[in-house]
């Protein structure tokens, strides 16, 4: 298998020497850099008041909520500067995979109930229509905040330890993967405060268990769970003793992931999310219409001949 492999790739690099192949991965190439040199540069300063940014290895980005006196719960400058953050990230090539977590006691005790930008909408003065569409633009701009980690190519790690409530349920079901401590419990908290989820969870969560019932049983009661349960529902993949070994296993994992073709991992996260959301057979079109393009890709042969001489392939920026 391997002896057709090498037949093929010298196959390949004797059509890049004929420039068959070559002409149009140095056109791929070009419009990349054009495109590029077009747009904007990205803006890469990472300074927010509720989010800390760290490089913990190469290509790899550590987003921690950093209100532990506050229980890092969400308020509307949380949610416009995670949208901010992620956007940035999306466009930032420094970047190929990145690690949520929370400082402090806990994950996250969701929705600041001490803020009252809700509140002043609900009690104001105006009409309730108007009232409505006011509030109905306050909650569209807070889920887009969790939407952007979602629409980030890039993987995003959940590192959850403690309690990861409300709101937190909405963030980390944007998320890729999930991992959590021992000691990590969850709660879709919201019909305790009197109102149904409305950032996200009541889409994505549903979908990531695979269990219509118990998606209705953990909505409807506000039931804590705790970290068994989600490992066995599939809400999270892994459990740590620790957090520190969990940020430990988050960033292997991370590493590991940054490591591949950026092309490749940010292609399947695109692919896997618009599958998620549309039938088999517009997935499969979609991908194909996909790879078209993205086998053209320099990814591809490096990966191929890295494999052929048994060697670190390493990928040009994306
Ligand atoms: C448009 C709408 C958009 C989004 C909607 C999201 C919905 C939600 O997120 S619903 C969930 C809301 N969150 C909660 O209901 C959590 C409530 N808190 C708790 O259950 C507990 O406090 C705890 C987080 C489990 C921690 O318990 P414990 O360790 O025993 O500490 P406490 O003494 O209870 O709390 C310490 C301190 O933190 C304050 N606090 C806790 N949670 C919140 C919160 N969500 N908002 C604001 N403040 C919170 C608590 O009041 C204490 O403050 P002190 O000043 O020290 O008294």
Request: hydrophobic share 40%; charged share 25%.
């Amino acid at each position: 298998m391997f002896a057709s492999l090498r037949t093929s790739l010298r196959l390949l690099g004797q059509q890049t020497s004929n420039c068959v192949l070559k002409s149009s991965t140095e056109q791929n190439r070009n419009l990349v850099l054009c495109a590029r040199a077009m747009s904007s540069t990205p803006n890469t300063n990472y300074d927010f008041q509720s989010l800390k940014v760290h490089s913990p290895a190469e290509f790899v980005k550590h987003v921690e909520m950093n209100r532990p006196n506050k229980m890092n719960t969400m308020n509307p400058d949380v949610w416009r500067e995670v949208e901010e953050c992620f956007d940035k990230l999306a466009d930032d090539e420094e970047c190929r995979v990145v690690i949520l977590s929370g400082a402090g006691k806990i994950f996250t005790a969701g929705l600041d109930l001490t803020d009252t930008s809700l509140l002043q909408i609900v009690t104001s003065d105006e009409d309730c229509s108007r009232k409505a569409f006011k509030m109905s633009k306050f909650i569209t701009k807070f889920q887009q905040s969790f939407t952007a980690i979602e629409k980030c190519p890039k993987p995003v790690i959940a590192a959850v330890h403690s309690a990861c409530i409300g709101g937190g349920i909405d963030m980390i079901s944007a998320c890729d993967i999930r991992y959590c401590t021992q000691d990590a419990w969850f709660q879709i908290k919201e019909v305790d405060v009197g109102l149904a989820a409305d950032i996200g969870t009541l889409q994505r969560f549903p979908k990531i268990v695979g269990n219509d019932s118990l998606a209705r049983e953990l909505t409807y009661t506000a039931r804590k769970f705790y970290s068994d349960e989600a490992k066995s529902i599939g809400f999270v993949s892994r459990i740590l003793q620790d957090k520190e070994q969990m940020m430990k296993a988050a960033l292997d994992v991370a590493t590991c992931i940054a490591a591949k073709s950026p092309v490749a991992v940010q292609g399947s996260k695109i692919n896997l999310i618009y599958s998620r959301d549309h039938s088999v057979s517009e997935g499969l079109d979609y991908n194909a219409k996909w790879n078209s393009a993205m086998l053209q890709s320099d990814d591809l042969m490096k990966a191929a001949t890295a494999f052929v001489n048994k060697s670190k392939p390493v990928f040009a920026k994306l």
